[in-house]
């Protein structure tokens, strides 16, 4: 098979690879752009560890190919913040204890940035509809839907 060579957009940068064919978007982060927050738990779709948003619609890294990048923008958690200030969603899940081993974090996260960004007041059973693709093991998920609408009332000015 031939190599393909990608132009997008990752996190507002102007990003070009090669990848092969079947190679997915989650290998081509990881592997070929050293963005290895997007984790792979399950390589089918149904963890939401590796979730990132392409054109502003959220998607399991997993699930597509490194070469339908081309021509969109990927934003993946390494662009959620803003140098060293974190996004409020991050430092919210701080503050309210939201995480413990780390690999399901990065696509609630993304999950959740995408949320608020369609639905800035959600609803807690919103939020819970929302993040269902994205299954955490270590922490129950109040702390998580807490985290969440603490951001989202910090974002609305609250």
């Not at 997007?38 to 399991?60: F, M, N, P």
Request: charged letters at 25%; hydrophobic letters at 35%; glycine letters at 10%.
């Amino acid at each position: 098979m031939k190599n393909i060579h990608v132009s997008t957009t990752i996190n507002g940068d102007p990003t070009e690879f090669i990848c092969a064919p079947d190679e997915s978007l989650l290998d081509v982060l990881r592997n070929r752009l050293a963005l290895t927050g997007a984790k792979e738990g399950c390589g089918t779709g149904d963890c939401g560890a590796c979730s990132v948003t392409v054109d502003g619609r959220l998607v399991c890294s997993c699930l597509v190919l490194g070469a339908e990048a081309d021509g969109v923008e990927v934003e993946t958690i390494e662009g959620m913040a803003d140098g060293d200030k974190l996004h409020p969603l991050q430092q919210h899940f701080i503050d309210k204890a939201a995480l413990q081993c780390g690999v399901c974090t990065p696509g609630i996260l993304v999950a959740a940035k995408a949320l608020l960004e369609k639905n800035p007041n959600p609803t807690d059973t919103e939020v819970r509809y929302w993040l269902a693709g994205n299954l955490c093991r270590c922490t129950g998920y109040d702390k998580i839907i807490k985290a969440v609408q603490s951001a989202a009332a910090e974002m609305r000015g609250e």
